[in-house]
Structure formats: C-alpha cells, structure tokens
C-alpha cells in the first residue's frame, strides 16, 4: 500500500528565504506525482505535476523535483512571501490505472513579513 | 481551465440529519470522479471513486449505506451523508477528471459540522 510522508510537518520563515519542502512515497511505481497548495478551509491547488518519466517541473518561483527511484520529491520555493502561507500537500498516483490520488499529511508553511 | 464546483460549502445541522453534497465540472465532462475527507490537521483521504452510470467504489472503512453517492451524469456526483453524526463532522472534498490518466480538479470542499 502506498504511503506518501512530508516533512516538515510545519515550517516557519522570515519574509524572502529559500525553503525546501520533502516528499517520499514508498512505492516507486508511480505515473505521476502532483503538489498543492491548501488555503485553510479552502480546497486544493494544483502547483505542479511531474510525469514519472520526468525530474523537475518549474513554475515561476515554485521547482519541484522527482527522483522516482528513490521516492523522493522536493518543492523549492523561492524567494518567499507571506502570501505563499498555506498548506503543501504532495500527492502520488499509481501506475496501474485510473487510481486516486494518495496523500501526504502536508506542510504548514508560515512565512512571516 | 478546468472548473470544479461544490456546494455547499458550509453545512451546519443537527444530529439525525441527512446531508447532500454536489459536486459539479462546470466547462468539462468528467467520467469519474472523487470523493474525500479530511479531518482537521491530517491528510485527505479518499472515500469512493465514482464513474458515470455505475456505482460508486467504496474504500475500505466507508460504510456505503452512511455515504450515497450518485453519478448520475458526466458534469454531477453527489454524496448523501444519511443520518448524519457529529462523528461524521468533517472537511469533504471532491474532485473530478476527463478520463483515465488526466488530472484531477479540485472543488472547494464543504465544512460538514454535526451539532
């Protein structure tokens, strides 16, 4: 059964540091792997997918990269900004099919002004 | 794009109340989709996965009598949940995609709170 673990569980940064969110899953036979961002009470963002045959994803400030052999994924965030303030989620789908996504418990990133 | 709604996204009733939650893609047709809970501070966790015109798949632990759920067309599901407990009070999301393989879209999730 697959498990994906986050760590942090939370992370507190002053206003224009560069972070590093983790992400292991432990089942490497994935199709692809997706992260969100969570506002709280609100519902799921998608920031970036990378396909399993892919290492990185960029999107403006935001990288994520894939090390599927390994079961490891980061999202760096650059240069942050207090209304990057949410909750990460990193999630993985299956190889086999039509399978839902599995997720981690997220990051509650703080970034303070 | 690819839009999502949900609705309510608030519910607050007493115990005993059956409680209806739609799900709906507004500018594509889904032919499955998703449905999730989250309690506070932990992870989503999926409930059932709905394809159009059949029933729904439940996961293990979902007791599918508690949870109805309809698909009953490409662009809307929706979850009953019967006789509702303040157990049952949680964040329920769902999502939505095209076809096998394609992304999931999100809705903005409903605030179930059982008094």
């Known amino acids: 059964k697959q498990e994906v673990t986050q760590i942090p569980a939370a992370l507190s940064v002053p206003e224009g540091e560069n972070l590093v969110l983790n992400c292991s899953f432990t089942d490497s036979a994935i199709y692809n792997l997706q992260w969100f961002r969570q506002d709280p009470g609100k519902g799921l963002t998608s920031l970036l997918l990378?396909?399993?045959?892919?290492r990185e994803q960029t999107s403006g400030r935001l990288n994520a990269s894939l090390d599927k052999s390994s079961g490891r994924s980061t999202l760096y965030i650059a240069a942050s900004q207090p209304g990057d303030s949410a909750t990460y989620l990193c999630a993985v789908i299956g190889a086999s099919g039509n399978t839902p996504l599995v997720f981690g418990k997220g990051t509650r990133l703080s970034v303070i002004a | 794009g690819a839009v999502v709604s949900q609705h309510p996204s608030r519910v607050i009733c007493k115990s005993g109340t059956s409680v209806k939650i739609e799900c709906r893609s507004l500018?594509?047709?889904?032919?499955?989709m998703f449905w999730y809970r989250q309690f506070p501070k932990q992870s989503l966790m999926l409930m059932a996965t709905s394809n159009e015109g059949s029933k729904a798949t439940y996961e293990q632990g979902v007791e599918k009598d508690k949870f109805l759920i309809n698909h009953a067309s490409l662009t809307l599901s929706t979850l009953t949940v019967t006789s509702a407990h303040p157990e049952d009070s949680s964040f329920y999301i769902c999502?939505?995609?095209?076809?096998?393989?394609?992304?999931?879209?999100f809705g903005d999730g409903t605030r179930l709170s059982i008094l």
């Open positions: 500018d594509f047709q889904a032919t499955t």
């Open positions: 990378i396909q399993s045959s892919q």
């Open positions: 999502s939505a995609s095209r076809q096998e393989y394609s992304p999931q879209h």
